[in-house]
Nanobody, 124 residues
Framework: QVQLVESGGGLVQAGGSLRLSCAAS????????MGWFRQAPGKEREFVAA????????YYAASVKGRFTISRDNAKNTLYLQMNRLKPEDTAVYYC?????????????????WGQGTQVTISS
Protein backbone atom coordinates (compact mmCIF):
# COMPACT_ATOMS: atom_id res chain seq x y z
CA GLN A 1 0.00 0.00 0.00
CA VAL A 2 2.76 2.40 0.97
CA GLN A 3 5.89 2.32 -1.15
CA LEU A 4 9.09 2.33 0.88
CA VAL A 5 12.60 2.73 -0.48
CA GLU A 6 15.65 2.26 1.72
CA SER A 7 19.02 3.80 1.03
CA GLY A 8 22.31 4.47 2.78
CA GLY A 9 23.62 0.95 3.19
CA GLY A 10 27.18 0.03 2.42
CA LEU A 11 30.45 -1.38 3.67
CA VAL A 12 31.83 0.11 6.88
CA GLN A 13 34.58 -0.87 9.29
CA ALA A 14 33.71 -1.95 12.81
CA GLY A 15 33.32 1.06 15.05
CA GLY A 16 32.13 3.24 12.22
CA SER A 17 28.78 4.88 11.56
CA LEU A 18 26.12 4.71 8.91
CA ARG A 19 22.83 6.50 8.39
CA LEU A 20 20.00 4.65 6.68
CA SER A 21 17.05 6.42 5.10
CA CYS A 22 13.61 5.18 4.15
CA ALA A 23 11.58 7.30 1.76
CA ALA A 24 7.83 6.73 1.91
CA SER A 25 5.19 7.57 -0.65
CA UNK A 26 1.70 8.78 0.16
CA UNK A 27 0.14 11.61 2.09
CA UNK A 28 -0.32 9.92 5.45
CA UNK A 29 3.24 9.14 6.49
CA UNK A 30 2.83 11.10 9.70
CA UNK A 31 0.06 8.73 10.81
CA UNK A 32 2.11 5.56 10.33
CA UNK A 33 4.09 3.69 12.87
CA MET A 34 7.49 2.93 11.37
CA GLY A 35 10.09 0.30 12.05
CA TRP A 36 13.46 -1.05 11.04
CA PHE A 37 14.15 -4.77 10.82
CA ARG A 38 17.17 -6.70 9.67
CA GLN A 39 17.96 -10.17 8.43
CA ALA A 40 21.39 -11.75 8.35
CA PRO A 41 22.22 -14.80 6.20
CA GLY A 42 20.87 -17.96 7.79
CA LYS A 43 18.98 -16.04 10.47
CA GLU A 44 15.40 -15.00 10.99
CA ARG A 45 14.23 -11.45 10.54
CA GLU A 46 15.01 -9.41 13.64
CA PHE A 47 13.45 -6.28 15.07
CA VAL A 48 15.82 -3.34 15.30
CA ALA A 49 13.90 -0.17 16.16
CA ALA A 50 10.48 1.44 15.87
CA UNK A 51 8.85 4.83 16.26
CA UNK A 52 5.23 5.71 16.81
CA UNK A 53 3.24 8.04 14.52
CA UNK A 54 4.21 11.69 14.39
CA UNK A 55 7.10 12.06 16.79
CA UNK A 56 6.03 9.49 19.32
CA UNK A 57 7.89 7.04 21.48
CA UNK A 58 10.82 5.03 20.16
CA TYR A 59 11.75 1.43 20.85
CA TYR A 60 14.95 -0.51 20.35
CA ALA A 61 16.17 -4.05 20.41
CA ALA A 62 18.56 -4.66 23.28
CA SER A 63 21.33 -5.48 20.83
CA VAL A 64 21.31 -1.97 19.35
CA LYS A 65 20.11 0.21 22.20
CA GLY A 66 22.57 2.99 22.91
CA ARG A 67 24.16 2.64 19.47
CA PHE A 68 21.28 3.18 17.05
CA THR A 69 18.77 6.02 16.88
CA ILE A 70 15.52 5.95 14.95
CA SER A 71 13.93 9.22 13.88
CA ARG A 72 11.51 10.60 11.31
CA ASP A 73 11.09 13.75 9.28
CA ASN A 74 7.39 13.92 8.57
CA ALA A 75 7.74 16.92 6.26
CA LYS A 76 10.01 14.82 4.04
CA ASN A 77 8.15 11.52 4.44
CA THR A 78 11.41 9.97 5.52
CA LEU A 79 12.46 7.58 8.26
CA TYR A 80 16.07 7.38 9.46
CA LEU A 81 18.25 4.98 11.35
CA GLN A 82 21.50 6.41 12.66
CA MET A 83 23.87 3.54 13.37
CA ASN A 84 26.95 4.21 15.49
CA ARG A 85 29.71 2.00 16.87
CA LEU A 86 28.85 -0.65 14.35
CA LYS A 87 29.83 -4.26 14.96
CA PRO A 88 30.34 -7.17 12.56
CA GLU A 89 27.18 -8.76 13.96
CA ASP A 90 25.22 -5.78 12.62
CA THR A 91 25.84 -7.09 9.12
CA ALA A 92 22.46 -7.76 7.52
CA VAL A 93 19.91 -6.56 5.03
CA TYR A 94 17.97 -3.77 6.69
CA TYR A 95 14.29 -3.30 5.94
CA CYS A 96 12.00 -0.35 6.53
CA UNK A 97 8.38 -1.09 7.41
CA UNK A 98 5.18 0.88 7.94
CA UNK A 99 1.94 0.14 9.75
CA UNK A 100 -1.37 1.93 10.12
CA UNK A 101 -1.48 0.61 13.66
CA UNK A 102 0.83 1.39 16.54
CA UNK A 103 0.51 -1.76 18.57
CA UNK A 104 3.26 -4.34 19.02
CA UNK A 105 5.71 -2.50 16.79
CA UNK A 106 8.40 -5.01 17.62
CA UNK A 107 6.58 -7.70 15.64
CA UNK A 108 7.01 -7.91 11.89
CA UNK A 109 3.46 -9.15 11.55
CA UNK A 110 2.21 -5.76 12.73
CA UNK A 111 3.42 -4.02 9.58
CA UNK A 112 1.52 -3.49 6.35
CA UNK A 113 4.25 -2.38 3.97
CA TRP A 114 7.92 -3.26 3.52
CA GLY A 115 10.78 -1.87 1.54
CA GLN A 116 13.16 -3.91 -0.60
CA GLY A 117 15.99 -3.65 1.87
CA THR A 118 19.49 -2.20 1.88
CA GLN A 119 22.64 -4.17 2.58
CA VAL A 120 24.81 -3.19 5.53
CA THR A 121 28.16 -4.93 5.83
CA ILE A 122 30.51 -4.33 8.76
CA SER A 123 34.08 -5.52 8.42
CA SER A 124 36.29 -6.36 11.37
Amino acid sequence: QVQLVESGGGLVQAGGSLRLSCAASGRTFITYGMGWFRQAPGKEREFVAAIRPRGGSTYYAASVKGRFTISRDNAKNTLYLQMNRLKPEDTAVYYCAATMRSIALGLGSSYDSWGQGTQVTISS
